[in-house]
């Protein structure tokens, strides 16, 4: 059995729908994780407005899994406190895609840490 | 619209086989070792059909023993020949082996086998003698795989063959791919591994060709079917739609046109590589890698339209390991990840620049995704 028979509807719809996918010029924190070797690469780019992320896009390469968790992180940040957004965790991520395969949780841990570190990043 | 383009993970079978194994199923339902005449109905089909499989084979249908599949026999061909040679400790096989002649080689490891794996070129081939270097005086055998399930390569078999012959060692070639294919020499072959679900037949059954005179010992033991040499009542249903499936003609230059004519088409699409062979591949295999996206998402995005390839192998890629057959050819690693391989059948004919044109629009979607881009402009 392939393991994506087990992505769930959200999965599915973040992946063929992305949101917030591109490139933000003058980005204020970048955070860029992962490997091509290993198949998964993630950039986010955010643009902070006072306290507040008033933008957030990301690129990026990699399975379904890796493209929804991306996705469906993008949405749980913009227009958050930049203190809220600290603390998005990949477990939140994978939550509000319903569930991961096992083999999966992976990438979405990628998207969490790719926000973290975007937000280290910021000035 | 579906266009089903994984046929090396397995085939629709032919609905003459199924017919015919309905039929069976129904008919010639009774045990193969029954005595009385139910037993004796299906014994009759089950002796009919190894008749006809060694036919088209071209050898004596007692060198056929039925199995559960290219999986079985593999294992049978390597773990059936080491108990009849105890003092052959050593066995060469190839890095592009499907895992169950890699992890069977792996598992006689354990029990003190020496293990050489041959490398290959940038094509998928392997160097035939590279394989005469590895042999030895305690060589048990060679196994080397007919055709390639990945990216399609065929393996010059009978020259490894020869040399095997030559220098005296058993050869084994896992023929699952390339079966009914690919012609094939048995001449200096001794033993073949057959999957039927491959080639139209149901899954669960399959056959070792024992060249006579290659002495084996079975690894299944019980009531001694096969001539003892794998135990357990008989798959009539499944052998008789694996002979049926013999019979149903497949048009083979149709096929090969459209395969030549989707590797033109993607061509076209920037950042791509075609992996593999184009002398020496199969007939339906397209395997293909595109810059900077990732397989999966790409066979996903065409599986939304009704488009179905599969990601390297089929089982690896539940691993999550990138394609080990790729990286055996020396493909770049921002390669090695967007590939997909398409192994076609009849339903593709026709239809190849649809598929040439979602691929291109789903990959032009990945790539606007993907961070990588740039490195493009240069190719
Ligand atoms: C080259 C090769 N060998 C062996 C097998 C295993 O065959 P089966 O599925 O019948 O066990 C396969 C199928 O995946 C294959 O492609
Ligand atoms: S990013 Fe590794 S499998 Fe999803």
């Given at each position: 059995?392939?393991?994506?028979?087990?992505?769930?509807?959200?999965?599915?719809?973040?992946?063929?729908?992305?949101r917030n996918m591109g490139e933000i010029?003058?980005?204020?924190?970048?955070?860029?994780?992962?490997?091509?070797?290993?198949?998964?690469?993630?950039?986010?780019?955010?643009?902070?407005?006072?306290?507040?992320?008033?933008?957030?896009?990301?690129?990026?390469?990699?399975?379904?899994?890796?493209?929804?968790?991306?996705?469906?992180?993008?949405?749980?940040?913009?227009?958050?406190?930049?203190?809220?957004?600290?603390?998005?965790?990949?477990?939140?991520?994978?939550?509000?895609?319903?569930?991961?395969?096992?083999?999966?949780?992976?990438?979405?841990?990628?998207?969490?840490?790719?926000?973290?570190?975007?937000?280290?990043?910021?000035? | 619209?579906?266009?089903?383009?994984?046929?090396?993970?397995?085939?629709?079978?032919?609905?003459?086989?199924?017919?015919?194994?309905?039929?069976?199923?129904?008919?010639?339902?009774?045990?193969?070792?029954?005595?009385?005449?139910?037993?004796?109905?299906?014994?009759?089909?089950?002796?009919?059909?190894?008749?006809?499989?060694?036919?088209?084979?071209?050898?004596?249908?007692?060198?056929?023993?039925?199995?559960?599949?290219?999986?079985?026999?593999?294992?049978?061909?390597?773990?059936?020949?080491?108990?009849?040679?105890?003092?052959?400790?050593?066995?060469?096989?190839?890095?592009?082996?499907?895992?169950?002649?890699?992890?069977?080689?792996?598992?006689?490891?354990?029990?003190?086998?020496?293990?050489?794996?041959?490398?290959?070129?940038?094509?998928?081939?392997?160097?035939?003698?590279?394989?005469?270097?590895?042999?030895?005086?305690?060589?048990?055998?060679?196994?080397?795989?007919?055709?390639?399930?990945?990216?399609?390569?065929?393996?010059?078999?009978?020259?490894?063959?020869?040399?095997?012959?030559?220098?005296?060692?058993?050869?084994?070639?896992?023929?699952?791919?390339?079966?009914?294919?690919?012609?094939?020499?048995?001449?200096?072959?001794?033993?073949?591994?057959?999957?039927?679900?491959?080639?139209?037949?149901?899954?669960?059954?399959?056959?070792?060709?024992?060249?006579?005179?290659?002495?084996?010992?079975?690894?299944?033991?019980?009531?001694?079917?096969?001539?003892?040499?794998?135990?357990?009542t008989e798959n009539v249903p499944g052998?008789?739609?694996?002979?049926?499936?013999?019979?149903?003609?497949?048009?083979?230059?149709?096929?090969?046109?459209?395969?030549?004519?989707?590797?033109?088409?993607?061509?076209?699409?920037?950042?791509?590589?075609?992996?593999?062979?184009?002398?020496?591949?199969?007939?339906?295999?397209?395997?293909?890698?595109?810059?900077?996206?990732?397989?999966?998402?790409?066979?996903?995005?065409?599986?939304?339209?009704?488009?179905?390839?599969?990601?390297?192998?089929?089982?690896?890629?539940?691993?999550?390991?990138?394609?080990?057959?790729?990286?055996?050819?020396?493909?770049?690693?921002?390669?090695?990840?967007?590939?997909?391989?398409?192994?076609?059948?009849?339903?593709?004919?026709?239809?190849?620049?649809?598929?040439?044109?979602?691929?291109?629009?789903?990959?032009?979607?990945?790539?606007?995704?993907?961070?990588?881009?740039?490195?493009?402009?240069?190719?």
């Open positions: 059995m392939g393991s994506n028979c087990d992505y769930t509807k959200a999965v599915f719809d973040h992946f063929q729908n992305p010029e003058d980005a204020d924190g970048v955070g860029t994780v992962g490997n091509p070797s290993c198949g998964d690469v993630l950039k986010v780019m955010l643009k902070v407005d006072g306290d507040k992320i008033s933008d957030v896009k990301f690129q990026t390469f990699g399975c379904a899994a890796a493209i929804a968790s991306s996705s469906m992180m993008t949405t749980l940040v913009k227009g958050k406190k930049i203190s809220e957004a600290k603390k998005i965790t990949n477990k939140d991520v994978a939550a509000a895609l319903g569930q991961l395969p096992p083999i999966k949780v992976h990438c979405s841990n990628l998207a969490a840490d790719a926000l973290q570190k975007a937000i280290g990043d910021l000035k | 619209m579906r266009i089903y383009l994984d046929n090396a993970a397995t085939t629709k079978v032919y609905p003459e086989v199924a017919k015919k194994v309905n039929e069976i199923f129904l008919k010639s339902y009774g045990n193969a070792s029954s005595l009385h005449s139910v037993g004796r109905e299906a014994r009759s089909e089950l002796v009919k059909a190894r008749e006809e499989i060694a036919k088209f084979v071209g050898c004596d249908s007692k060198e056929i023993v039925f199995t559960s599949g290219g999986t079985e026999s593999n294992n049978l061909a390597i773990r059936g020949l080491a108990p009849m040679n105890p003092d052959k400790k050593h066995i060469v096989t190839s890095v592009v082996e499907h895992p169950s002649v890699l992890e069977t080689c792996k598992y006689m490891g354990k029990w003190g086998y020496e293990i050489d794996y041959v490398g290959v070129d940038s094509e998928g081939i392997v160097d035939v003698k590279e394989v005469e270097k590895l042999i030895r005086d305690d060589t048990l055998l060679v196994s080397v795989m007919h055709v390639n399930n990945e990216i399609g390569t065929v393996q010059p078999v009978e020259e490894i063959g020869k040399v095997c012959k030559k220098k005296g060692v058993y050869f084994h070639t896992d023929a699952v791919q390339g079966f009914s294919k690919v012609d094939l020499d048995l001449g200096n072959i001794d033993l073949m591994s057959v999957s039927g679900h491959k080639i139209g037949a149901p899954k669960g059954v399959g056959f070792l060709y024992v060249k006579n005179g290659t002495k084996i010992s079975p690894i299944l033991n019980g009531g001694g079917q096969e001539n003892g040499l794998r135990s357990g052998i008789v739609g694996l002979a049926t499936a013999l019979d149903v003609s497949v048009d083979k230059k149709k096929i090969k046109k459209s395969r030549d004519k989707i590797i033109a088409g993607l061509k076209k699409i920037k950042g791509v590589k075609i992996n593999g062979s184009m002398k020496n591949r199969v007939y339906n295999n397209v395997n293909v890698s595109f810059y900077g996206i990732e397989g999966e998402s790409l066979m996903l995005m065409l599986d939304k339209d009704g488009i179905y390839v599969s990601t390297g192998s089929a089982c690896a890629s539940t691993k999550l390991k990138e394609s080990y057959v790729l990286k055996a050819i020396g493909a770049e690693e921002l390669y090695v990840h967007g590939s997909i391989r398409m192994t076609l059948g009849e339903d593709v004919v026709g239809n190849e620049d649809f598929v040439v044109g979602k691929i291109e629009e789903k990959v032009n979607k990945l790539r606007k995704i993907s961070p990588f881009k740039l490195e493009l402009e240069n190719e």
